[in-house]
């Protein structure tokens, strides 16, 4: 990466349970780096709603899916890597 800290995107829903477990299994992960955590609730953006639906949490990386449903703290841990996070 180029300077910028990195960013995930987290697609939720707001009520959804397993965003709120994969949140707080993501945050041990991120704690004392400079990540940046962009949470959409697609239940805002309607948009969204033919690509995740009911199939959320969904966490990406710029335009790859690190994981679904649950977290990979190997995907995440290999980004961050990469990212120089």
Do not use: K
């Not at 300077?3 to 829903?13: Q, V």
């Not at 397993?18 to 400079?34: S, T, V």
């Not at 710029?62 to 995440?76: F, K, T």
């Amino acid at each position: 990466m180029s300077g910028a800290s990195p960013e995930l995107t987290l697609y939720l829903r707001r009520w959804c349970h397993l965003c709120d477990e994969l949140l707080d299994a993501l945050q041990p992960l991120i704690d004392g780096r400079n990540v940046t955590v962009r949470e959409i609730d697609i239940d805002e953006h309607p948009e969204f709603e033919p690509f995740y639906g009911e199939h959320i949490p969904v966490l990406c990386a710029g335009g790859r899916e690190l994981c679904r449903h649950r977290l990979d703290s190997e995907a995440v841990a290999a980004y961050l890597l990469e990212s120089r996070a």
